[in-house]
């Protein structure tokens, strides 16, 4: 075993070989780190059909890299290797190289589901293999510096673990030590309701065949956050997310309910809004109330569970930035449409005050927490990815301010303008389920094109915007706990 202070600047015949099985866009994240590190033998490899085109690539972009033709080459010469490919493939991949494993050599897997990777790592790798198991929470376009980077000491010695800590050190992210079954858990709280909400949302305005953005809708402070990150997923890979939700049985669970609360609540706010006409009688205003008493119920009741009482003063400083800084990611800009109920707290555009909705999305997302007895912030700190930690402060800011929650409330009975777009998020978001459900990735994989063909051309707009919002919003969080621990 190599020394565990052993360093890129150390002689190239006492460094360690570095392998890397899977060069897509993590793989190349880890193999352009390890070599900014100025690590000198990192050994690649991705499918054989793509051994020239991995080839070109790294010959553009990192020089130093070797490229292997297949997985044999990088399995027999690796001393750490990692394998980064698709949950859904592990098993087959780990199949066919995993014999080819170089003795007494570290072993790692970059995959968002674990259970699967546990299971193919002790069916197919040596006895004299160590596992220790790795997962970046964060996509291949965000810094790995201050993130949190889950370290899983499934089978490997004091040693083992101290090479894999000092060759990741220069990510400079945060070390979370988690076993394979925790990691599930903690992912599937952390993303799985995250995910559907973007991709309902994401679907639903596909659907639609308009970006709501163009047309004075879901403009500013909240609906900044919600339609940077929903483009921001579906320019991403889609295996990325059909592993998390469709392996791991945590998360399955959570899509299930997500598309389960998004149903009944607005089926509730149907039932409060339904009887609209003049000339209503007193009874039928009594009824009128007590449906609309019952949604606010429903809501208050998952508030409580999830972010507790909201009247009693909390120590902890809010996710969310302030709106008028968020305003600068915006996609669009409102237009003279005004909300049927004004928002007193809202900032006053050029034109008109910013537009009430239902936020069915983030409603739904708490309810579901609620209903499945999952407290977000618990995995705030320990891992939460850029994605949860924004969703979760939208939905912080929408429950803990009761002007704008009573606001909400007040737009999902009486106005009509967004029951159509309401309407087509629960279908997305029933979709979306059932595809999980079913455990069909090539649905999964149809549906997700479909709706990323529809923003594609907007992705470098939004990429843009959407990275330097989650950079401000990180800025401000590492502010927050650098103040904290002075």
């Known amino acids: 075993m190599f020394s565990s202070t052993i360093g890129p600047n150390d002689r190239i015949e006492d460094q360690p070989t570095i392998g890397i099985i899977g060069l897509g866009a993590m793989g190349k ?61 592990i098993g087959r991949v780990v199949k066919e190289y995993g014999p080819s494993t170089k003795m007494g050599a570290v072993v790692s897997g970059q995959t968002s589901v674990k259970a699967p990777e546990k ?31 889950i370290i899983i000491n ?30 599930d858990l903690v992912t599937a709280n952390t993303q799985a309701v995250t995910h559907a909400a973007f991709l309902s949302m994401g679907t639903a305005w596909a659907s639609e ?35 998390l939700a469709i392996l791991n049985p945590n998360a399955r669970e959570q899509i299930n309910q997500y598309a389960q609360s998004a149903t009944e609540l607005y089926k509730m706010m149907l039932e409060a809004g339904g009887a609209l006409s003049n000339g209503k009688s007193d009874q039928s205003s009594e009824y009128d109330s007590e449906r609309e008493s019952k949604l606010r119920q429903r809501i208050e009741w998952a508030q409580g569970v999830v972010f507790g009482d909201p009247s009693k ?57 609620a209903h499945l007895d999952i407290n977000p912030f618990h995995h705030l700190d320990l891992a939460a990815t850029p994605l949860f930690r924004l969703f979760l402060g939208v939905a912080e800011h929408l429950f803990l301010n009761p002007a704008l929650m009573d ?46 063909i529809f923003f594609e051309p907007r992705f470098d707009e939004a990429g843009l915007l959407g990275g330097e919002m989650i950079k401000a919003v990180m800025a401000s969080d590492m502010d927050a706990k650098s103040t904290k621990s002075s």
């Open 29 to 89: 994240m880890y193999a352009m780190l390890f070599a900014k590190a100025g690590w000198k033998k990192i050994h690649v490899c991705d499918r054989p059909e793509n051994y020239e085109i991995i080839r070109e690539w790294c010959s553009s972009n990192i020089p130093t890299v070797q490229v292997s033709k297949d997985g044999h080459a990088v399995a027999r010469s690796s001393d750490f290797m990692i394998y980064s490919v698709e949950a859904e493939f």
């Open 119 to 149: 299971e193919a790592f002790e069916k197919f790798l040596p006895q004299d293999a160590h596992i220790i198991s790795i997962h970046s929470l964060h996509g291949p376009t965000v810094s790995t510096v201050g993130q949190p980077l």
């Open 154 to 183: 499934h089978r490997g010695s004091a040693d083992a673990l101290s090479l894999v800590e000092n060759l990741l050190r220069s990510f400079r992210s945060r070390y979370v030590y988690l076993s394979y079954e925790e990691h």
């Open 209 to 243: 065949g308009s970006y709501p953005w163009e047309q004075g809708r879901y403009v500013g402070g909240i609906e900044t956050v919600k339609v940077n990150l929903a483009l921001r997923i579906y320019s991403n890979a889609w295996h990325v997310y059909a592993g």
């Open 313 to 369: 003063t909390r120590n902890r400083k809010p996710i969310l930035l302030s709106e008028d800084i968020l305003d600068k990611f915006s996609l669009g800009r409102s237009n003279t449409v005004s909300s049927v109920i004004p928002d007193p707290c809202a900032m006053e555009t050029e034109s008109s005050p910013r537009k009430a909705n239902s936020h069915l999305s983030l409603l739904a997302m708490v309810d579901c927490w």
């Open 407 to 452: 606001m909400t409330i007040q737009s999902a009975i009486y106005d009509t303008w967004h029951r159509a777009n309401d309407l087509e998020f629960v279908v997305a978001a029933r979709g979306w389920s059932q595809c999980v459900k079913f455990m069909s990735f090539e649905v999964y994989r149809k549906r997700f094109d479909e709706t990323r």
